[in-house]
C-alpha cells in the first residue's frame, strides 16, 4: 500500500508538470523513488522516463488535436537534443565528477515564478508571423543547447526546452508546451529503452503505478490547459512548477 501511495504521488506530481509544462517525470518521480521506497538511482530513473512517455505522447496527442504543437520545428529540435544528449554525455564521462544536480530543481522553482510573475503573453498571430527559415536555424541551436546540457549533466531537458520555445523562439505557452511534450515523447523513449537494456527490467509494481498515476494526471493537466485562457494557463503553469520545484527540494533534503 505504501508503494502505490509514493507512486501515486510522484505520478500526480510528474503528470501535472508534464501536462502544463512539458517537464520531464524524471525530476519528480527518481527522488521519490530513490528518498522514498529505496530503490537503486538508475532503475528510479528508467521508471521515470518509462512513465514519461506516454505521458508526455497523450499531452502531445492532446495539444495536437487542439493546433497547439509544431510538429515541424519540433523534429528539428528532437533531432539536435538527441544528438548533442550523445555528445553532451561523452564530454561528461572525460571530466572530473561534478555536482550539478540540483540544477534542473532550482530551475523548475524558478520558471515558475518567472510564469507567475512575467507570464508569455505571445500571441498565436505573432508566433506565426516569424520568420520560418530563422525559425528553423532557432530550433537546431535550441535543441543543441539543451541536448548538450542534459547530456552533460543529466537533468532539466523539458524545463530548458519550454524557456528557449517561449524566450528564444517566441512560441505563445500552449504550443511551446505541446512542442515540448512531443519531443519528450522520443527522448523519453530512447532513455527507457536504453535504461532498460543495461539495467534490466525494473521492480514491476513500481513501474506500472507509475505509468498509470502519470498518465492520468498528463491527461487531465493537458486537457485543462487547452481549454484555459493565457492568463490562466500561465498563472497554473507557475503555480505548479513552483511547487514541485520546493517539493523536489524537500525531497532532496530528506535523501
Known amino acids: 500500500m ?3 501511495i509514493i ?7 510528474a503528470g501535472l508538470g508534464t501536462g502544463f509544462a512539458g517537464m520531464s517525470a524524471a525530476a519528480v518521480i527518481s527522488p521519490m523513488l530513490i528518498a522514498f521506497l529505496g530503490l537503486p538511482a538508475y532503475e528510479a530513473v528508467g521508471i521515470a522516463l518509462a512513465s514519461d512517455v506516454l505521458a508526455s505522447a497523450v499531452s502531445a496527442y492532446t495539444y495536437g488535436k487542439n493546433k497547439n504543437l509544431d510538429i515541424r520545428n519540433g523534429l528539428v529540435m528532437m533531432v539536435t537534443v538527441l544528438v548533442f544528449t550523445l555528445l553532451g554525455s561523452w564530454a561528461a564521462s572525460k571530466v572530473p565528477n561534478t555536482t550539478m544536480g540540483s540544477f ?21 498571430e505573432a508566433m506565426e508571423r ?4 530563422k525559425r528553423f536555424l532557432q530550433s537546431a541551436v535550441s535543441g543543441a543547447v539543451v541536448g548538450s546540457i542534459c547530456g ?15 524566450g528564444v523562439l517566441g512560441y505563445e505557452l500552449k504550443t511551446a508546451v505541446g512542442t515540448s511534450v512531443f519531443i519528450m515523447t ?10 532498460f537494456a543495461i539495467g534490466g527490467m525494473p521492480d514491476l509494481r513500481c513501474l506500472l503505478f507509475c505509468v498509470a498515476s502519470t498518465l492520468l494526471w498528463a491527461r487531465i493537466a493537458a486537457r485543462f490547459a487547452n481549454r484555459a485562457s493565457a492568463v490562466v494557463l500561465n498563472r497554473a ?14 525531497v532532496n533534503c530528506i535523501k
Open 152 to 166: 552533460f549533466i543529466g537533468a532539466g531537458g523539458g524545463m530548458m526546452m519550454l524557456l528557449l520555445l517561449t
Open 104 to 124: 534542473s530543481v532550482f530551475m523548475t522553482l524558478l520558471l515558475g515564478i518567472k510564469f507567475i510573475v512575467r507570464p508569455v503573453m505571445t500571441t498565436r
Open 237 to 250: 503553469t507557475g503555480v505548479v512548477l513552483a511547487v514541485l520545484g520546493t517539493a523536489i527540494l524537500v
Open 2 to 4: 505504501f508503494t502505490f
Open 186 to 195: 522520443f527522448t523519453a523513449l530512447t532513455g527507457a529503452v536504453s535504461h
Open 7 to 13: 507512486c501515486f504521488l510522484a505520478g500526480l506530481g
Open 130 to 133: 516569424a520568420d520560418t527559415g
